[in-house]
């Protein structure tokens, strides 16, 4: 009896390095096909436009001008919320304390490898929740397959909405289709339980379709598969 809860520990434990192991290969790849040259690979004339947005976001935010805080028509929330943390932190940090000519690239860099590490976030939420679907190797291999197209690369290395609402609406729906199953699979000896799970993924999953919607308007699309 003891022997097979030893080799269960243990083939639990080496299950769980093997893993990690692939995290981290996941890891290493993903930040070699998205740091390097980032500082002075492109600017998207819209990036452009997403520092101002977030700088007049952030002051908004700061002196209680609530009105600044308005775009139209996408709201680009969560993205001005993500570089307009950095931002500050950087002027506060630093003598870099107004945009121009000489500094932009630093101002820049720091808010792509900002949205680059939101992202990293999102794609290791996504593994996460889709193991609760499917096993975890077959969940990395799916996440892996569009973490790693071209376009959706390029689309990672700008100061864009695109991949941030790609990544929320994915989240959002796999976190919907998880709290689906568990009441599907209400078990009244476990009401407690479930109840608590239940109410946790529900918050989560209003969460996740929150930040969508407050990323790019036409998240509310998301509603159609709920």
Not at 103 to 128: P, R
Request: charged residues 10%; glycine residues 4%.
């Amino acid at each position: 009896m003891h022997l097979v809860k030893i080799n269960s520990f243990f083939s639990q434990k080496i299950s769980n390095i093997k893993k990690l192991s692939w995290l981290l290969a996941f890891l290493c790849l993903f930040l070699i096909t998205r740091v390097p040259r980032i500082n002075n690979d492109t600017i998207n004339p819209d990036g452009v436009n997403w520092h101002a947005r977030s700088q007049q976001f952030t002051n908004g935010l700061k002196y209680f001008q609530f009105e600044k805080t308005y775009q139209h028509y996408h709201p680009g929330v969560t993205l001005m919320w993500i570089v307009g943390s950095f931002i500050e932190l950087v002027k506060y940090f630093t003598d870099f304390k107004m945009y121009n000519h000489l500094n932009f690239y630093v101002f820049d860099t720091v808010a792509k490898l900002s949205l680059i590490g939101a992202l990293l976030l999102l794609l290791f939420l996504a593994i996460f929740l889709l193991s609760k679907i499917i096993n975890f190797y077959h969940s990395l291999i799916v996440v892996s397959l569009f973490s790693f197209e071209v376009f959706f690369i390029g689309n990672s290395r700008l100061l864009h909405l695109d991949a941030l609402l790609t990544l929320l609406l994915l989240n959002s729906l796999l976190s919907f289709y998880i709290y689906i199953q568990d009441i599907k699979l209400f078990n009244y000896e476990r009401i407690f339980f479930v109840l608590k799970t239940d109410i946790f993924m529900a918050v989560f999953t209003g969460l996740l379709f929150a930040l969508t919607f407050l990323t790019n308007s036409i998240g509310i699309v998301i509603l159609a598969f709920t």
